[in-house]
């Protein structure tokens, strides 16, 4: 499987691509680098939405992430969140229906973050959780640079 790195405000992330389609966003630098068309399109996408996310709108490439029915579900609304703006998980269930709990089990297991913006789901009474490297700390930075307003902790 095709894997490209690249350099970002979060420290190295690395892209995976399979049959054409972006499968999985990384914390790391990826063993093995491999420049298809698909990568460095998605790495250079990536390099300028760090730079200004509004500029940027949804991540325009295929992407495929693995997950069960209902994640893809979830996964699928998660990119309709517009920068900038954020959501309850209770919000989200309502939508995608099932529990604040299964909606923030199917957001955690997010193989894309950032692409599908699973940083823009917040908890009722504060952020929620993140699972990227840096947890909490690369949501707070992710909303930050989006210009989304931040909830207080409760």
Not at 9 to 23: A, C, F, H, Q, V
Not at 34 to 52: I, N, V
Not at 147 to 153: E, S
């Amino acid at each position: 499987m095709p894997q490209l790195s690249l350099h970002s405000p979060l420290g190295p992330l690395t892209l995976s691509e399979e049959d054409g389609k972006i499968i999985s966003l990384d914390w790391g630098w990826g063993r093995d680098q491999t420049e298809t068309p698909l990568l460095c399109k998605a790495r250079d996408w990536l390099d300028q939405w760090f730079d200004d996310p509004a500029l940027m709108g949804a991540f325009p490439f295929p992407l495929e992430p693995y997950g069960t029915a209902y994640q893809q579900k979830v996964w699928a609304f998660l990119q309709t969140i517009p920068v900038g703006t954020t959501i309850t998980y209770g919000e989200l269930a309502q939508k995608a229906g099932g529990s604040p709990q299964s909606i923030g089990q199917a957001v955690g297991r997010n193989p894309i973050p950032i692409l599908i913006p699973c940083h823009r789901v917040l908890a009722r009474n504060g952020l929620g959780g993140y699972s990227g490297d840096g947890g909490v700390n690369d949501k707070v930075w992710l909303l930050e640079l989006e210009g989304a307003p931040l909830p207080t902790q409760a």
